[in-house]
């Protein structure tokens, strides 16, 4: 069955740090992979998204992923965080031909110290 | 990106009763899906309204717990029946946009239940 695994629960960064969220998915096939900002009392935004193509994918607010087929992963980066990022971010994966059936992870709460 | 709004944004129930939720999108779509988040939790798939057809329900949920209309291209209501105070959660539909294999999914705001 088709899962997504995001190991840390909650993340705190200074700001300014680079920040790294991983996410780790299982699916049988070429997957169409996701990640999602929720911030406090909001819906989704979509940060970025992988099809195909280039592995390495840059979204808005200046985080990019990396999708790495061999370690099943497809890890959030950001080089510099801005206070603004506080919030929970979700990696999803596409479980089927439409995106409709999306399988998400339980999200990374990521806090930003001063 | 299509816009899209949701009402009400939060409502406190009583037990045993039911809710409505509308979601409206600005342009027209053909897919649009309620998910469930509940507290602390990810989010999980409800089911999948196409207009002129049933909605399918993901396992562990039931038309009639979870009733969803899709009366045309822009509009879907998803309705918590008989509530419990297990049904707090925030309730978030999405739709599907970008046309061909590409589509992506976008969200609405939520709507915050709280069930007494």
């Known amino acids: 069955a088709q899962s997504v695994t995001q190991p840390d629960i909650h993340i705190t960064v200074s700001e300014g740090a680079s920040l790294e969220l991983r996410c780790n998915y299982s699916y049988g096939a070429t997957p169409y992979l996701f990640w999602y900002v929720q911030s406090p009392g909001q819906g989704l935004q979509l940060l970025l998204k992988y099809f195909s193509g280039d592995t390495l994918v840059q979204g808005i607010k200046g985080f990019e992923a990396e999708f790495k087929r061999s370690q099943s992963s497809f890890n959030l980066r950001k080089p510099s965080v801005h206070w603004s990022d506080a919030a929970e971010y979700f990696c999803a994966v596409g479980a089927g031909g439409s995106q409709g059936n999306l399988i998400f992870g339980k999200g990374t709460k990521l806090s930003v110290k001063p | 990106s299509a816009v899209i709004s949701q009402k009400p944004s939060r409502d406190i129930c009583q037990r045993g009763t039911s809710l409505t939720i509308q979601c409206q999108v600005d342009?027209?779509?053909?897919?649009m899906f309620w998910y469930r988040q509940q507290p602390g939790q990810s989010l999980t798939l409800i089911a999948t309204a196409n207009q002129g057809s049933e909605a399918t329900y993901e396992s562990g949920f039931v038309i009639d717990k979870f009733p969803i209309s899709r009366p045309n291209l822009t509009f879907s209501t998803l309705t918590v029946s008989n509530m419990s105070p297990e049904d707090s959660s925030i309730y978030l539909c999405?739709?599907?946009w970008g046309g061909g294999a590409t589509d992506t999914q976008y969200f609405g705001p939520g709507t915050r239940l709280t069930v007494l």
């Open positions: 999405s739709v599907e």
């Open positions: 342009s027209q779509v053909t897919m």
